[in-house]
């Protein structure tokens, strides 16, 4: 039975983006031809969680409405590395538990953290979107893996632009950050692109 997760934000016992996590969970199931019955924010106030700090919200479900939740402790961390990673047969349009192709990938690497590319266009990493900085502007890549919600609150939000991010292309931006639900659009963790150890140098180099 396939079983699917969501990873939400809770910070000083407040939950965050709850109607697009439960967008997606009801989406998930709607794909699949099922109905959900899993109310998130209802979930989350029966845990009574009275605890300040930043914690990760775990609900894990199969399609039958059967699910576990978990309220996780969680620190932000800072990346030395990355590493450009191709892979075009990738394929992660649900947020499921199984992650084994994505771990793979990134057991194959050495860097921090691996960002996909698939058919030439920039993706994700193993676990978050990116955003890439272009003359004071931030942007995503079309071409994304997951249509994160902290990614969709953005772009609704206008804070953020979508565009094409390529092989060809990525020098053209000079910084980048990761987001996800726990991962905020801040400019705490934002790297310069030479941070990716593999960018490609010259054209001949984009075949690697």
């Not at 590395?81 to 992650?99: C, G, H, Q």
């Not at 905020?184 to 310069?192: A, K, N, R, S, V």
């Amino acid at each position: 039975m396939s079983r699917f997760i969501e990873s939400i934000k809770v910070e000083d016992q407040k939950i965050f983006l709850k109607e697009l996590h439960q967008k997606r969970m009801n989406d998930t199931f709607s794909h699949f031809g099922k109905e959900c019955k899993i109310d998130i924010y209802s979930l989350f106030l029966n845990l009574e969680h009275d605890e300040d700090g930043l914690y990760k919200f775990r609900i894990e479900y199969d399609l039958e409405n059967n699910f576990k939740t978990q309220m996780i402790p969680y620190v932000i961390s800072e990346l030395d590395d990355f590493e450009l990673v191709i892979d075009n047969e990738i394929d992660y349009n649900f947020k499921s538990a199984d992650r084994t192709q994505l771990q793979n990938l990134k057991n194959k690497n050495h860097a921090d953290e691996i960002i996909i590319i698939k058919n030439n266009h920039i993706t994700d990493t193993s676990y978050s979107n990116l955003l890439f900085l272009k003359d004071k502007t931030w942007f995503t890549p079309k071409s994304y893996l997951l249509n994160g919600v902290m990614r969709q609150d953005l772009l609704q939000s206008k804070e953020i632009k979508e565009t094409e991010i390529t092989l060809e292309n990525i020098k053209e931006f000079t910084h980048f950050q990761l987001i996800n639900a726990l991962n905020d659009f801040d400019d705490m963790f934002i790297y310069p692109i030479e941070k990716i150890i593999n960018l490609p140098k010259e054209e001949s180099d984009l075949e690697f």
